[in-house]
């Protein structure tokens, strides 16, 4: 059994180096090659054994890694563990530079459906990705970088009250476009420092852009960003930027027993499955009984309805099946065995019971913090559970003294979903939805139990270990 203490520290420390989808991928990535697996591409032919161990990435913010059992042979099945590395959150515009009531202020975007009021009179800052111009002995190249500015360097600040009297009575309802604007410096402070602020107000405090390239992003902005990657800011080709909290993710609560973090959903279950893969291969003898395909699948862009080259509404995952496949046999109808031999648990944060709003939950279905995974249900599909994946789910957490709950959304509220029936229906794979509980989903920060932190982790890895014995003694379509 896991350590909940050391598990705990490990999942804080990977929370805190990914601010991004791009930083978790990254930091996936690194600790996959800590683990032995070998990096492979897209791009290649690939030439795969059985006993070894694999990843590949996706645009950087999706990624694949699998196990190929030492008894592998092809048609047998994939145990497969599906997460996502996005989160609800702000990106920069394409044009971010706007200059108004004296201040320098940065221009962005929604991403997902967030809890925005909960980002305001934050300390933020920004990360992504670069595209680094570089050029060598007259040889121009462009680099992909990851970048992440530690410091506050903006905020969004609210209104005050004397000015909004009735903010308390008829609630907090910020426009996006024009309230959700974070604030960079004053323009005369980045004069000053010697930072043109480019761009001239009109009457009213209206802004005017120049459309020039240079004239995209404050400059001040780009200094930053240019120092933080040890480059010009007009080698700066493009980049793809995101607003981040600087609050550090923490172990909170009187009794030290919560997780208080921005992008639990889905970074938790992203971590818990991973963590799980890695150590149910880690041994030298992890991977010799097995006769499947061990694979964890982090998905970019669930939070907008995965349909993207990387998204789970592409072939990323079934390509990946298809792949190894074919990499043990040149017959095209051993994939179709394969996948009907195959399980996917759609992991992602479930809704935890919340106190002071007990009424949202159906009393028969009330998820609670240290329960447990969480199994999904939803008759109208909107979660990929049924009786048979259910049951294998409930099967393993029994065997190994697992805590386990179920959840159903009140017939008279709409219900989410995952990446479960979109995967389910596209592949016709087995799902079945699950999820850890947490509060506060969609907030900046959200809070979830250390516990359940380590019930997934340990719900996961014994799927691993259990699945292929298990799936043998239960016959369906005969």
Request: aromatic share 8%.
């Amino acid at each position: 059994m896991a350590n909940t203490t050391s598990l705990v520290s490990d999942f804080l420390s990977f929370l805190n180096a990914s601010p991004t989808a791009f930083h978790a991928v990254d930091e996936s990535k690194r600790r996959l090659r800590h683990a032995g697996y070998e990096q492979i591409s897209e791009r290649d032919d690939w030439k795969l054994e059985a006993g070894k161990k694999y990843f590949f990435t996706r645009n950087y913010s999706t990624i694949v890694a699998f196990a190929i059992g030492k008894k592998y042979e092809a048609g047998n099945g994939f145990h497969i563990i599906g997460a996502h590395t996005d989160s609800p959150c702000l990106k920069l515009k394409p044009v971010s530079k706007i200059t108004k009531g004296g201040c320098l202020e940065v221009g962005v975007q929604t991403y997902g459906g967030g809890l925005w009021y909960t980002w305001f009179d934050r300390d933020l800052t920004v990360a992504g990705r670069v595209i680094v111009k570089e050029e060598k002995a007259g040889s121009v190249s462009y680099s992909h970088r990851l970048v992440r500015i530690q410091d506050p360097i903006m905020r969004i600040p609210t209104l005050a009250i004397h000015l909004d009297r009735n903010v308390n009575s008829e609630g907090f309802k910020p426009n996006t476009q024009t309230h959700l604007v974070p604030l960079l410096a004053t323009a005369i402070k980045a004069e000053v420092n010697k930072v043109p602020a480019e761009g001239v107000e009109e009457d009213g405090g209206k802004k005017c852009l120049e459309t020039s390239s240079k004239s995209k992003h404050h400059p001040l902005l780009m200094e930053i960003i240019a120092n933080a990657l040890g480059c010009k800011p007009d080698e700066i080709s493009d980049f793809e930027l995101q607003v981040c909290d600087t609050q550090p993710s923490i172990l909170g609560g009187a009794a030290k027993e919560f997780i208080f973090s921005g992008r639990l959903d889905n970074l938790c279950m992203s971590f818990c499955s991973l963590k799980a893969l890695i150590d149910a291969t880690s041994s030298g003898s992890g991977l010799e009984e097995e006769s499947g395909v061990r694979m964890v699948a982090l998905f970019d862009h669930e939070e907008v309805g995965s349909n993207s080259a990387q998204g789970a509404g592409s072939p990323v995952m079934i390509d990946a099946m298809s792949h190894i496949t074919s990499c043990f046999s040149s017959d095209a109808k051993v994939l179709k065995k394969a996948i009907q031999k195959s399980l996917l648990v759609s992991a992602d944060m479930a809704h935890a019971l919340h106190p002071n709003f007990m009424d949202k939950h159906e009393e028969n279905h009330q998820p609670k913090m240290h329960g447990g995974l969480v199994i999904k249900h939803n008759a109208n599909q909107r979660y990929a559970t049924n009786a048979v994946t259910s049951f294998v789910f409930r099967e393993i957490a029994e065997k190994h003294n697992l805590p386990v709950q179920d959840f159903v959304v009140r017939n008279d509220m709409a219900c989410g979903s995952t990446i479960g029936p979109i995967l389910a229906s596209s592949v016709g794979i087995r799902t079945v939805d699950v999820g850890a509980p947490q509060l506060s989903m969609h907030s900046i920060r959200e809070m979830c139990a250390a516990d359940d932190v380590k019930h997934s982790y340990e719900h996961f890895k014994a799927f691993f270990q259990e699945f292929t014995h298990l799936d043998t003694k239960l016959t369906v379509d005969v």
